[in-house]
């Protein structure tokens, strides 16, 4: 696996990639050496990104300056990720820019809102965050829930923050400030 870290608006990202896709992205909030170890774990190493990784960091850049990015057609490597965490990435990955759901929605859609648990562990061994977009998991109670990324809820906040979307708030009252 090949690596690169690159600076954006929210801060240092790592990404890390095969000849199948992402394999690996490190959101922002480390110290510059954490990252480099995060990142380049496993035997990977820093190289050389192809025009398709460029184009992704690209989209990750414009996404931290607060454009509205989709990260769907991304190809991704997910070898070495279960299948009942590729079934809930393949369904979070329809959750497009602005839009939220819950854990117990992404249970029910995967046929037992019982799941909900295994949702957020799948959530939290997400290997490319944004790009999977897990910080669009909230919980039942419309508010953040735990986020495993440095920084926890409050980078899961910023992040929603630049899509136009804050936790808590009832739909509808996010302009008038209640």
Not at 153 to 172: D, N, Q, Y
Request: aromatic share 6%.
């Amino acid at each position: 696996m090949e690596t690169m870290i690159f600076d954006t608006a929210l801060g240092a990202f790592g990404i890390g990639w095969t000849e199948a896709g992402v394999a690996r992205l490190q959101l922002p909030g480390l110290a510059p050496d954490a990252l480099v170890a995060r990142i380049n774990r496993d035997g990977a190493a820093p190289g050389d990104p192809s025009r398709a990784i460029a184009a992704v960091i690209d989209r990750i850049e414009d996404y931290a300056e607060g454009e509205r990015v989709d990260f769907a057609d991304v190809p991704l490597d997910l070898g070495a990720v279960s299948d009942f965490n590729r079934r809930c990435y393949a369904l979070l990955l329809e959750i497009g820019w602005g839009a939220t759901t819950s854990y117990g929605a992404l249970a029910r859609q995967l046929g037992d809102v019982g799941l909900s648990r295994a949702v957020g562990a799948a959530m939290g061994a997400n290997p490319v965050p944004l790009i999977i977009p897990c910080h669009r998991v909230l919980a039942s109670d419309g508010k953040a829930g735990g986020f495993s990324a440095p920084g926890g809820a409050e980078s899961k906040r910023r992040m929603l923050a630049l899509e136009g979307v804050e936790p808590g708030v009832p739909a509808g009252q996010l302009g008038f400030g209640f």
